[in-house]
């Protein structure tokens, strides 16, 4: 028998796409669970050619799931990870809530697979911020070969990575553009439509954003905690698909295609990287794919041993969905956990 699968939050951008990649992929389940709130008791949602009426997380009994993804925001994965884990499923978890949790490991698969044995203090495994995940695949290839000393990012973050209501927000602020009707602001401080926004989350006292915050301890979490990061975090008026403008400064000497042939050979990444107009990827290109693209990947001669590069990916697979996931395959494949049903 096959592994019981519970969804939590799979009315949301992230619980969608994790129903669409678990029916891709076909992951071994017998049975897939979809919970979310109150407000969607009943609602539809699709799993591959099947249609699942979603149920309540409040009356949900949890005794035979064995893997539940968690994708409902902080304070319900505060509230009820411990529960679920308690009863006695691994919960991967996609919000913020355990990240830094030292009983709770932190895992891109083709960064630290081997930190997932971890899990067994808590029952927890975190899943990163979005634009964490992508950076640390482009950069884990690059530091096995030159030892990264500091990297300066700026994100390019799309609007599907502040939920299902932001992306709404896009949609009417557009149409009010040019309808010339009024424009509100509710998920975002100013207006999103036209414009980029250099705030995601709240601010810190040092006056870096919590988003830019999550990517500096995240990356020294995953990849190594020597590395020194500064992240400016900015929202701009994209669907699906987080940007970023990477500068990273080695060790040792590493040449532009020396770092293109390694990252050519690196899981989850793709280079497409040709000097000529339209060479790279964008993120409309990326929406829906699984890979972390590279492009740009330059020389940067303003400080020893630089490198820029552009680095795409989409925040709801790589960023969120699918890098949950692949978590669940890993500890499946490593006969990590085993089927309670089958166990019974
Ligand atoms: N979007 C991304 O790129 C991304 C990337 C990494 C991590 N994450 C994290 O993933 C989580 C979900 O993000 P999202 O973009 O999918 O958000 P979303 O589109 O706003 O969806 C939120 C989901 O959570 C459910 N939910 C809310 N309150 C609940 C409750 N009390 N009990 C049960 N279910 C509840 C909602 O159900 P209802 O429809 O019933 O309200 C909905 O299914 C967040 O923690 C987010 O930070 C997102």
Known sequence: MGFKVAVVGATGNVGREMLDILAERRFPADEVVALASQRSIGTEVSFGDKTLKCKV?????????DICLM???SAVSKQWSPRIAAAG????????????DPDVPLIVPEVNADAVAGFRKKGIIANPNCSTAQLVV????????AKIKRVVVATYQSVSGAGKEAMDELFAQTKAVF????????KFPKRIAFNVIPQIDTFMEDGTTREEWKMLVETKKILDPK???????VRVPVFIGHSEAVN????????ADEARDILRNAPGCLVIDKHEPGGYVTPYECAGEDATYISRIREDGTVENGLSMWVVSDNLRKGAALNAIQIAEVLINRKLIQAKRKAA
């Open 179 to 186: 309808t010339v009707d009024e424009i509100a602001n509710k």
């Open 57 to 65: 997380l409040d009356h949900y009994d949890f005794t035979d799931v």
């Open 71 to 73: 994708s409902a925001g």
């Open 227 to 233: 590395i020194r990061l500064s992240a400016t975090c």
């Open 248 to 255: 990273v400064e080695f060790e040792r000497p590493i040449t």
């Open 138 to 145: 482009a950069l884990k290839p690059l530091h096995d070969k």
């Open 89 to 100: 499923a691994v919960v991967i978890d996609n919000s913020s809530c355990w990240r830094t």
